[in-house]
């Protein structure tokens, strides 16, 4: 039985570069870092001082002050990103049947805000003075129930959390509980909020973070020689994903069509991949069997590539195994090298950039990408300025603490 089809009719974002779908991409485009010096807490006694952090970010602008207060701020951003995404896509609850009308949204680290807050306040005041609302405010499930709360969607509603591929497993479930005939429309996405004093000292401690302070911009430099580590970014996308008969029938934009995915484990290690990327080579070619894409068709990459050394050659390596020599034909870039590393909000990052790519006719660059690494020669990564391309499928890759890979495909939408 064929499969249905599934399209976006909606993207929305909240981001170091804004909360503007197009502006986000623009900024992509001309090559622009969003890391700096962390300014919102002090970080004078640690060896990592840098952040993509968003700032003039106005939660009363979107939401009444009362509600605000009783929501962490990575709960402020999906509803402001989900918010925006169902706009753009025309949707009306008066013509929706809400009972298939679904909210996938996960956090790779719930609410560190509120966590950390409540434990300074248990330490300094005692459990008295701890808010009724602390588990609410710090549980990963939370920003899609308000968001269905708040737009009344009574469908499959739940969160995802693994690690960085947080936001790529809720796409993917998302689109099968269409499949399945449990939805007509799923709100899908991820989103994180964890530049937190306890967040980026966790990280540190894991020696997974660049510690380039004194040039910020050039720290995120995936596929470098010279990268030693990610940067820590932080924000929410969210898709719109419908069955294509429901998007026709309310005359709904179409954006891109949801080709497939697939979700597996490395079952590997705690923190590293597989050095020959094995894992990703056996995701990569499921995701293709799901989606019924042939290898051919695929000619853009919107890749994982972290900064590590210990990710971005493992990931390259699936790839080839993959794709064979025909990878060195296929534009392969990197989102992080700009907004840094957003954990679970990352896939959804990444698959709007997609989207965005289909929409315009252009890729955005890998900025800092000054000296391929040597394992990595021959392989286009769109080096320092973006390219105008037409992207006929594009893959997305998101890989996370723990082994947790997800591959997802994007194509312009043919009728």
Avoid at 24 to 52: C, H, M, N, Q, W
Avoid at 194 to 215: C, P, V, Y
Avoid at 277 to 286: H, L, W
Wanted: proline share 3%; glycine share 10%.
């Amino acid at each position: 039985m064929d499969k249905k089809r599934i399209v976006v009719t909606g993207i929305g974002i909240v981001s170091c570069f804004g909360n503007d779908v197009e502006v986000f991409y623009d900024t992509l485009l001309s090559g622009t870092s969003g890391v700096r010096l962390i300014d919102t807490f002090d970080v004078s006694e640690y060896p990592t001082k840098i952040a993509a952090s968003i700032h003039g970010f106005e939660v009363g602008d979107y939401m009444d002050p009362k509600s605000a207060r009783r929501m962490d701020r990575c709960i402020h951003y999906a509803m402001v990103a989900g918010k925006k995404a169902y706009k753009q896509a025309k949707l009306d609850e008066a013509t929706l049947d809400l009972e298939k009308c679904g909210i996938l949204i996960g956090s790779g680290m719930g609410g560190m805000h509120s966590f950390q807050e409540g434990v300074e306040v248990l330490k300094e005041r005692g459990y008295r003075r701890l808010s009724p609302f602390f588990i609410p405010q710090i549980i990963t499930n939370m920003s899609g129930a308000l968001l269905a709360i708040d737009l009344e969607f009574m469908g499959p509603n739940y969160s995802v959390t693994t690690a960085c591929a947080t936001s790529s497993y809720a796409i993917v479930n998302a689109a099968n509980h269409i499949r399945q005939g449990h939805a007509d429309v799923m709100i899908c996405g991820g989103t994180e909020a964890a530049i937190t004093s306890m967040g980026l000292t966790s990280f540190i401690a894991n020696k997974a973070l660049s510690r380039r302070n004194d040039a910020p911009e050039k720290a995120s430099r995936p596929w470098d020689k010279d990268r030693d580590g990610f940067v820590m970014g932080e924000g929410s996308a969210v898709l719109i994903l419908e069955s294509l008969e429901h998007a026709q029938k309310r005359n709904a934009p179409i954006l891109a069509e949801y080709r497939g995915g697939f979700l597996n484990s490395d079952a590997y290690h705690m923190t590293h991949p597989r050095e020959d990327g094995s894992g990703v080579a056996v995701c990569v070619e499921k995701a293709l069997e799901d989606s019924g894409v042939k290898k051919e068709e695929v000619n853009f990459v919107s890749a994982h590539a972290t900064s590590t050394p210990a990710g971005d050659v493992p990931e390259i390596l699936g790839l080839k195994s993959v794709f064979h020599e025909k990878l060195k034909a296929m534009k392969i870039n990197a989102i992080k090298s700009m907004i840094g590393h957003t954990l679970g909000a990352a896939g959804a990052m990444g698959a709007i950039s997609i989207i965005q790519a289909i929409q315009t006719g252009k890729i955005h660059p890998t900025i800092n990408l000054d000296h391929v690494d040597d394992a990595l020669l021959g392989y286009d990564f769109v080096p320092l300025k973006a390219q105008d391309y037409k992207v006929n499928v594009g893959l997305g890759n998101s890989f996370g603490f723990g082994g947790h890979n997800a591959c997802i495909l994007f194509q312009g939408f043919d009728a």
